[in-house]
């Protein structure tokens, strides 16, 4: 384990780092974590143990029940719990950030009294419906629509990608309520049970995270109260986009801690194996592929921690959230790519976690806005 992450850190920060990190020690051990990826068991167990601790609550203001802490706090849960098992992490950010969040940002008063206590207690979990089959990074093209019918609407339509929507009490599904203006203006969110009657679930197989999955859902006739609109009528695509730096920030937070973890087991590896009678660290060309994952780790770190104090402090930083998106999943890529490397043939069983962190970095790139789309936001910030 690494010495130098306290990053500017409080007391209190630097006690909750260590209370999670133990947590991470005691009840994710890697036999858990290779039992959920293999048997695509998600980790509901862990996760409602984290709930008795209160850290779901870490950023929820305390009139709901939370500590009313920023996002420092939530960086640090979802690094540390990143380095035992990043869809642990992934788990939280879907209840802390879409879900609370979303609530926190443009959920009304009522809806945040319901559902917020809840997301505290580990009693409401929720997911995110946005992509489509012809949606994709072109996300207000948005096709599933809904249709007001007196004090409900009745909604059609197709999603894919929904990720533990299968566990979850709701999801922000998004949808056309309007077909008549630019495709951005027409958009409205709401909280939909996916228990309703015409919603129907099918897990995807897929390369990584395949402990929580994601699916493929239709929706046909689905009847959803107006209570269940989630901000303005046709104010979705504005909502949505208060929320991205803080997604982008959770991502970065969560690569971080996985990108360490990948190091960690790479540096231990090359101190114990020997070939040619010396550990293979003892090799300088080994020795520079770790000196150069510990680069791309620390430079993580220092882009998240920045970012979340951006946001803690209200800054605007939708550069600083597409440039911390983009650098640290690539470096995650570029750190378990060598990780691979250097455990040889071993970096391919699953006797060690390389092969998952393998997997799972390659999604990091494509998801929660592709890093082309990150870097066409990032020129358009620069005046191109
Ligand atoms: C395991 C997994 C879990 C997911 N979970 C969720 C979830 O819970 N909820 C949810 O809503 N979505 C989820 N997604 C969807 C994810 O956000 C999308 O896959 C992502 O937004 C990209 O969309 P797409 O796959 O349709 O690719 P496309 O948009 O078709 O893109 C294909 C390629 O073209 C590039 N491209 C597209 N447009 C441009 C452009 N303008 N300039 C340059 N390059 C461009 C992309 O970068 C990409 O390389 C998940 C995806 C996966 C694989």
Redesign the pocket.
């Known amino acids: 384990m690494y010495t130098d992450r306290d990053f500017g850190f409080t007391e209190e920060q630097m006690l909750l780092r260590d209370s999670v990190r133990d947590f991470v020690r005691n009840e994710v051990p890697e036999d858990y974590v290779r039992h959920c990826d293999q048997n695509k068991i998600p980790p509901l167990d862990t996760y409602d143990k984290m709930a008795d601790l209160g850290w779901l609550g870490v950023a929820i203001p305390e009139e709901y029940g939370g500590s009313g802490l920023g996002f420092v706090e939530l960086g640090i849960i979802q690094e540390e719990l990143s380095y035992g098992f990043l869809e642990l992490a992934v788990l939280f950010y879907r209840a802390t950030v879409h879900g609370a969040h979303s609530l926190l940002t443009y959920g009304s008063e009522e809806q945040r009294r319901k559902y917020l206590p809840l997301i505290v207690e580990g009693k409401f979990k929720s997911?995110?419906?946005?992509?489509e089959p012809n949606a994709?990074?072109?996300a207000s093209a948005v096709q599933t629509r809904a249709v007001a019918d007196g004090d409900h609407f009745i909604i059609n339509g197709a999603?894919v990608?929904?990720?533990q929507i299968d566990l979850a009490d709701r999801t922000v599904l998004v949808t056309r309520t309007d077909t008549e203006v630019p495709n951005h203006k027409g958009i409205s969110l709401f909280f939909v049970d996916p228990k309703t009657p015409g919603v129907t679930i099918e897990r995807l197989e897929?390369l990584?995270?395949r402990s929580v999955g994601?699916n493929r859902v239709t929706y046909e006739d689905v009847r959803v109260h107006r209570d269940d609109l989630l901000g303005d009528l046709n104010g979705g695509w504005k909502h949505l986009m208060t929320n991205l730096n803080k997604e982008r920030f959770s991502l970065a937070a969560q690569v971080t801690g996985a990108s360490q973890a990948a190091l960690d087991c790479a540096l231990n590896y090359a101190k114990e194996r020997v070939q040619f009678g010396q550990p293979i660290g003892k090799f300088q060309a080994i020795q520079h592929k770790l000196a150069d994952m510990q680069v791309a780790v620390h430079t993580s770190r220092l882009l998240t921690y920045d970012l979340a104090r951006r946001l803690d402090a209200g800054l605007a930083c939708r550069k600083e959230a597409s440039i911390a998106k983009v650098y640290t999943t690539e470096a995650y890529s570029r750190v378990a790519d060598e990780g691979m490397q250097i455990l040889g043939g071993y970096s391919l069983t699953p006797d060690f976690p390389m092969e998952r962190h393998f997997r799972d970095a390659r999604?990091m790139r494509?998801?929660?806005?592709?890093?082309?789309?990150m870097r066409?936001s990032i020129a358009k910030d620069l005046g191109l």
Do not use: A, W
Request: charged share 10%; net charge negative.
């Open positions: 997911s995110m419906s946005l992509t994709g990074s072109d999603k990608f929904n990720s897929t990584c995270f994601t999604l494509i998801g929660g806005g592709s890093n082309e789309v066409n």
